[in-house]
């Protein structure tokens, strides 16, 4: 590719491609992990090193504009695929952050409850286990259903399944004593 007169080197253009569309990156991992920073800069790695891969296939032509809503396009749907591939993974997808779980103070009797909410949710499989600490943690069910790639509708579902088992565990496991 020929620019300014000067020939091109694959890595020269990958280096441009990146100064161009950094920010359409970023903003893309900003949008999907809004709230977890570790896997927002790993989706962040997944779509350079995606971009290097893509670089001969972007199309030429297009004004700035366009190939901007190309590029934003590409990126979404890019960071889509890499999330169904991390969920197939079986891997939690949002980091749970264990000073988030632990901010409020509790006292003895809470505690317990605690205690006794976690060894039933520890009972679950891993799938539901993840949904729950999500939801406990305070995300919706948009952000559930977005993060592990399903519907809102299923998510619903799912979690009132969840809390249909957690009080059947509820009605066969001992309560702990002080």
């Not at 977890?36 to 199309?59: A, C, G, Q, T």
């Not at 979404?76 to 999330?83: E, Q």
């Not at 259903?145 to 399903?150: K, V």
């Amino acid at each position: 590719m020929k620019r300014h007169g000067t020939s091109e080197s694959n890595e020269q253009r990958y280096q441009r491609l990146i100064d161009t569309y950094n920010g359409v990156i970023s903003s893309v991992c900003h949008s999907v992990f809004r709230y977890n920073e570790h896997y927002r800069e790993e989706l962040h790695s997944f779509l350079i090193v995606y971009l290097w891969d893509i670089r001969d296939k972007i199309p030429t032509g297009l004004t700035p504009k366009r190939l901007q809503a190309w590029m934003t396009i590409v990126m979404y749907r890019t960071a889509i695929n890499w999330l169904h591939y991390e969920n197939r993974r079986q891997q939690p997808l949002l980091y749970i952050d264990p000073e988030k779980l632990a901010e409020s103070p509790v006292d003895e009797e809470e505690e317990l409850r605690l205690r006794y909410l976690d060894m039933l949710i520890d009972q679950l499989p891993p799938r539901d286990q993840e949904m729950v600490l999500l939801y406990l943690q305070g995300y919706t069910f948009d952000e559930i259903a977005f993060a592990l790639g399903r519907s809102k509708n299923a998510i619903r579902a799912q979690m009132f399944r969840i809390k249909q088992k957690l009080i059947q565990l509820k009605n066969t496991t001992k309560y702990p004593e002080l």
